[in-house]
């Protein structure tokens, strides 16, 4: 259907429309026409992403002179495909001409999208990018070159190669949309790299939909997405987290299974320094002449060879020469030894120790010699160091790699950061595992770059509340902030209120009375009776994941689990996103099948 709002044609791909996506698409077209940014809470099942692309579409194809770009960030690969499918539908039914002039494509990981038959058999995602980076890595191409026989390339990036060089990639993908599926398919059909052609036809394409870290977090999106342009709009879908997901991206936790491994990569590391000093010298020669005028050649590296990027955020890292005590590569691993030393020695701690970042470099200076600016190029001059040595087994580096991200990071900032070092896990408290984890408390940090760069960025989900919290915990002024209902034909939500159980004995999760076994008794034989009685889905709620826990293994060892489990299948919630994702489809399954379910699941704010 079309219709008018405010002067704007909007083209929606459906029959009818809820009132309350009328009113939505309305606060966004003021937002838009304002050039800020806006939060929008919407509840789930209303049709949000159907009216963000319908009507930011809309508004592209009404002004051509200042056309539009549409970043849309979801946080699984699930709510990617979903959005994907939206796309497809809105393009259906676009006029012929405006959907002809639209590219809309999803991005991932090498994971996800790579087609090479022994690359894409590994199971783990790092595993995945070592295999491709094996096969595309700029010297190992030179030295297929003179050697094809014994030295292995991928025909698909060989072939996107080609392409690039010669200009011709968007022949390979003409203007739709293309979903992950589609991007394989087309790997396959066209013998292309799909993630090689996705990442680079991004900035072509008027809508993007990708992963909140490609935007969020500064090693990738200063790979992935520094060539967007001012004149996109930024959309954070299901973002009632994303203060947790600011926090991640720049938090970062070492274990002594971590400084083990990262002993094991130095001792590696230290091997092909001493073979290429006996048979190619001059690469290490030339990778110090290039340090001591900084480090601004990872901006001309071939695509294969881009790794990660510094975890700072772009704004904060040095624009200068490397320091000369670590620009030797002798000298840089003596300066990473004692490091891993000192943060080994600090792992061993019986008690539990807060440190602000300026006190712990402090330390780290007294006692290992190693000052705040040698931290700070720590994780750039690791990069630089690899890729001199040639080493294409990334994932097996992933320990020293945190080591220097640790180091870069606290080298950096000297707010909004605290390094907290944990002798036992509150999980296992008699069994010793000690971390050292650098906090980050300042969500701020990591989006405030996305906020200043992109002229209008949308928060949405179905729940932002509080919504005047977001502000404050982003620092940003929205132009437009607003919460919608849902527009209800009948009363269908019923809440009660349950204060005794059936034997009379007050309920409650108040902290004094949650662990009471005769309260813990009574909610398990309630939802033991509901789960009886209502047909298809149930949702539990706890207060945390440690008391979720605690009850389910109380219900297991009273016997009420393996009654509730007579009548439904039992789906958990855990901090992993991924099996979380793989939880609630499952659950939905159970739930359209008829056999129900019943999802434990965590009530966060």
Request: charged share 20%.
């Amino acid at each position: 259907m079309r219709f008018d709002l405010d002067g704007l044609t909007v083209h929606f791909p459906y029959a009818a429309i809820y009132p309350e996506q009328h009113a939505y698409m309305g606060e966004l077209k003021r937002a838009l026409d304002a050039r800020g940014h806006a939060l929008l809470e919407m509840p789930t099942g209303t049709g949000k992403t159907a009216a963000l692309i319908s009507l930011i579409t809309s508004y592209s194809l009404a002004n051509p002179s200042r056309p539009l770009r549409l970043l849309y960030c979801t946080r699984t690969v699930h709510e990617m495909e979903k959005t994907l499918s939206e796309l497809c539908l809105l393009f259906s039914h676009l006029p012929p001409a405006a959907a002809r002039s639209l590219l809309a494509l999803g991005l991932s990981s090498r994971k996800n999208l790579c087609v090479h038959p022994q690359a894409s058999a590994s199971a783990a995602r790092d595993s995945v990018d070592t295999a491709c980076r094996r096969l595309t890595a700029s010297w190992v191409r030179e030295k297929a070159a003179s050697d094809q026989d014994s030295t292995p390339l991928c025909e698909y990036f060989e072939t996107f190669d080609r392409a690039a060089a010669a200009g011709d990639l968007a022949s390979y993908m003409p203007p739709g949309v293309y979903t992950l599926a589609d991007l394989r398919s087309l790997g396959r059909e066209r013998r292309i790299c799909p993630y090689y052609l996705a990442r680079q036809m991004v900035k072509y394409a008027n809508v993007v939909v990708y992963s909140y870290q490609y935007l969020l977090d500064p090693k990738v999106a200063s790979i992935v997405s520094r060539e967007m342009q001012k004149e996109c709009v930024v959309v954070f879908d299901e973002a009632h987290n994303i203060d947790n997901v600011c926090i991640e991206a720049l938090s970062v936790s070492i274990r002594k299974q971590t400084l083990e491994g990262a002993e094991r990569n130095l001792r590696r590391i230290n091997q092909e320094i001493d073979r290429f000093k006996a048979t190619d010298a001059n690469r290490l020669r030339a990778e110090y002449n290039r340090l001591v005028d900084g480090l601004a050649q990872r901006g001309n590296l071939p695509i294969s060879d881009a790794w990660l990027a510094n975890p700072s955020l772009p704004d904060d890292i040095l624009k200068e020469a490397v320091p000369g005590n670590i620009r030797r590569a002798e000298h840089f691993l003596a300066v990473l030894r004692r490091l891993v030393r000192f943060l080994d020695g600090r792992l061993e701690t019986e008690n539990v120790e807060n440190e602000m970042p300026v006190s712990f470099v402090a330390s780290i200076h007294s006692q290992a010699g190693i000052d705040q600016r040698m931290l700070r190029f720590c994780y750039d001059r690791l990069q630089s160091l690899l890729l001199t040595l040639e080493i294409t087994d990334t994932d097996e580096f992933m320990h020293i790699q945190t080591i220097c991200d640790f180091a870069t990071l606290i080298g950096t900032y000297t707010r909004g950061f605290s390094i907290i070092i944990e002798p036992y896990d509150d999980r296992m408290p008699n069994v010793r595992d000690p971390v050292i984890q650098l906090s980050c408390h300042d969500a701020s940090l990591a989006i405030q770059p996305v906020f200043d760069r992109f002229q209008t960025v949308v928060i949405t989900s179905g729940t932002l509340s509080p919504i005047d919290l977001y502000p404050r915990l982003l620092n940003f002024n929205p132009v437009i902030s607003r919460s919608f209902t849902m527009s209800l034909t009948r009363d269908c939500i019923c809440p009660m209120v349950l204060t005794r159980g059936s034997d009379q004995l007050p309920v409650s999760t108040k902290f004094d009375m949650r662990s009471d076994p005769g309260v813990v008794r009574n909610y398990g034989r309630l939802l033991l009776e509901m789960a009886s009685a209502v047909p298809d889905g149930i949702v539990c709620f706890f207060v945390s994941y440690s008391y979720m826990d605690g009850i389910v293994n109380s219900w297991n060892d009273m016997g009420i689990l393996q009654d509730i489990m007579q009548h439904k299948l039992v789906f958990i919630e855990t901090p992993d996103v991924v099996e979380t994702t793989l939880a609630l489809d499952n659950y939905r399954k159970a739930c359209d099948c008829g056999r129900g379910a019943v999802f434990f699941s965590v009530a966060s704010i």
